[in-house]
C-alpha cells in the first residue's frame, strides 16, 4: 500500500488566491481527518470524515475553508480567498476503526501551503 | 482550551540514557491515548499506544505509562538512539476523534 497521498508537497500563492489540496487515504480505511500544524497550536484536527460522511467541521477556522470527499478515495480541502495566516503545514489522514481498536492514524506526508 | 498538554517544547539526553516524555490532559472522557513520532518533512507516524483502562504499555524501546487519576502519561525511551531524534505528539482519543498536544522535539546526543 502507498499510503496516505497528498498533493501537492509545497504551495506558494498570493493572499487571495483559491487555494485546493488533496488527499488519497489508504484503500478500506473508512475515517479522514484534515489537520493542520502550527508552531503555536501544533496539530489541529480540522475536519473529519467518516465514510465520507463529514462528521465534525467544528476545527475549521473560518468559512473560508471548504472540505469534500466525493468517494471513498479522494478529498479536498480549499480556502478561498487565501490569507497569510493561513500558512502552516495541511496533514491528511485516515483510519481503520474495526470493532472498537483504534489501530492509529496513518499520515501523508503533508503539504506546506505559504501564502504571501 | 488544550486539552492535550506537553508542557516541554524540548528535551535533550544522551545516547543511551532514558528520555521521558510527559503529557497531561483535561478531559477524563478519553478512552486512548498515543504517542506519534515525527521527522522534518514528514507525516507523524503512529508510535504506541494505550487502553484507558491499562496503565503500562510496553513495545521494545518504548514504554507508556497511564496514570488516570492524576490525568498523566508518560513516555520511557530506554535506551535512547540518535534515530529517536524527532518530534513526539501526544495524542489522546475521544468520540471517535483524537485530539494532539504540541510536541515535544527529542534530541539524543551522540
Known amino acids: 500500500d502507498a499510503g496516505v497521498i497528498q498533493s501537492p508537497r509545497h504551495e506558494v500563492t498570493e493572499m487571495g488566491q483559491e487555494v485546493t489540496l488533496r488527499c488519497k487515504p489508504i484503500?478500506?480505511?473508512?475515517?479522514l481527518f484534515w489537520y493542520r500544524q502550527t508552531m503555536m497550536r501544533g496539530l489541529e484536527l480540522l475536519i473529519y470524515f467518516n465514510n465520507n460522511v463529514p462528521i465534525d467541521d467544528s476545527g475549521m477556522p473560518e468559512d473560508r475553508f471548504s472540505a469534500k470527499m466525493p468517494n471513498a478515495s479522494f478529498s479536498t480541502l480549499k480556502i478561498q480567498p487565501s490569507e497569510p495566516r493561513d500558512s502552516a503545514v495541511y496533514f491528511c489522514a485516515s483510519s481503520l476503526l474495526w470493532k472498537g481498536r483504534d489501530y492509529g492514524y496513518t499520515f501523508g506526508s503533508g503539504t506546506r501551503l505559504t501564502v504571501v | 482550551d488544550q486539552q492535550v498538554k506537553q508542557n516541554s517544547p524540548s528535551l535533550s539526553v544522551q545516547e543511551g540514557r532514558i528520555s521521558i516524555l510527559n503529557c497531561d490532559y483535561t478531559?477524563?472522557?478519553?478512552?486512548?491515548f498515543l504517542w506519534y513520532k515525527k521527522y522534518p518533512a514528514e507525516g507523524p507516524t503512529f508510535l504506541i499506544s494505550i487502553s484507558s483502562i491499562k496503565d503500562k504499555n510496553e513495545d521494545g524501546r518504548f514504554t507508556v505509562f497511564l496514570n488516570k487519576s492524576a490525568k498523566h502519561l508518560s513516555l520511557h525511551i530506554v535506551p535512547s538512539q540518535p534515530g529517536d531524534s524527532a518530534v513526539y505528539f501526544c495524542?489522546?482519543?475521544?468520540?471517535?476523534?483524537?485530539?494532539f498536544g504540541i510536541g515535544t522535539k527529542l534530541q539524543v546526543i551522540p
Open positions: 495524542a489522546a482519543r475521544g468520540y471517535q476523534k483524537v485530539t
Open positions: 478531559n477524563s472522557m478519553f478512552d486512548y
Open positions: 484503500s478500506g480505511h473508512d475515517y
